[in-house]
Nanobody, 134 residues
Framework: QVRLEESGGALVQPGESLRLSCAGSHVLVDYYSVGWFRQAPGKEREAVGCISGVDFSTRQSKTSYTKSMEGRFSIHNDSTKNTVYLKMDRLKPGNTPDYYC??????????????????????WGQGTQVTVTT
């Protein structure tokens, strides 16, 4: 059974950093594109960034980010741990959103041409909450 599990959510101070993890079970996260999203209560889910599956020719993945997050957020994978990480720097106070990771196991189009919409992903984790104090 395919499963993605987020972890690492915490209560932090403004300006601090936090790293979230997306661990895969029965899915190779380096082979499929993985996106990160966040959603606050009562608000729409928004894309944070994504990482593409490894290209067999270049043996590299590419990352894309929402412009407002670029420079503060970064995504990388670790195939030995089958985990995709989201590193967040200079966190700002907000509405305590849940952060989700999702994999595109179907079309394998997501994140190949830049950041993708959430409906292009077909496997989702349960989320992890991040709170930045005010």
């Amino acid at each position: 059974q395919v499963r993605l599990e987020e972890s690492g959510g915490a209560l932090v101070q403004p300006g601090e950093s936090l790293r979230l993890s997306c661990a895969g079970s029965h899915v190779l996260v380096d082979y499929y594109s993985v996106g990160w999203f966040r959603q606050a209560p009562g608000k729409e889910r928004e894309a944070v960034g994504c990482i593409s599956g490894v290209d067999f020719s270049t043996r590299q993945s590419k990352t894309s980010y929402t412009k407002s997050m670029e420079g503060r957020f970064s995504i990388h994978n670790d195939s030995t741990k089958n985990t995709v990480y989201l590193k967040m720097d200079r966190l700002k106070p907000g509405n305590t959103p849940d952060y989700y990771c999702a994999a595109d196991l179907g079309t394998r189009i997501a994140c190949t041409k830049g950041i993708s919409e959430d409906d292009e992903y077909d496997n989702w984790g349960q989320g992890t909450q991040v709170t930045v104090t005010t």
